[in-house]
Nanobody, 124 residues
Framework: VQLQASGGGLVQAGDPLRLSCAAS????????IGWFRQAPGKEREFVAV????????YYAGSVKGRFSISRDNAKNTVYLQMNSLKPEDAAVYYC??????????????????WGQGTQVTVSS
């Protein structure tokens, strides 16, 4: 599966933004999909993940309650709705896929098919 993140942009603190992760390939619906982000000078970090059937989600503590991950397998797309954005949310956001055989709490190393990221900038 090949993934491509989009939807980033420049927003003000407190604004919402929705990112999309579009996939090519017929096997998209068999993968768990995660969102990650990387700010300048920092390591890439986990943001959220959703199971292949959308029955379970898991969030990083820093975004829980503000971000929501969802998917539409008919459209081969996963979304990340980001609300109440903060300057510290600014980063390049990436999506990636993992096999459902690995737990939701898997680390970055268990994810693959990394697409190009999309830049999110939050002004204070």
């Amino acid at each position: 599966v090949q993934l491509q993140a989009s939807g980033g942009g420049l927003v003000q603190a407190g604004d919402p933004l929705r990112l999309s992760c579009a996939a090519s390939g017929r096997t998209f619906s068999t993968y768990d999909i995660g969102w990650f982000r990387q700010a300048p000078g920092k390591e890439r970090e986990f943001v959220a993940v959703i199971t292949w059937n959308a029955r379970s989600t898991y969030y990083a503590g820093s975004v829980k309650g503000r971000f929501s991950i969802s998917r539409d397998n008919a459209k081969n797309t996963v979304y990340l709705q980001m609300n109440s954005l903060k300057p510290e949310d600014a980063a390049v956001y990436y999506c990636a896929a993992k096999t459902p055989l690995k737990p939701l709490t898997s680390g970055l190393g268990d994810f693959g098919s990394w697409g190009q990221g999309t830049q999110v900038t939050v002004s204070s």
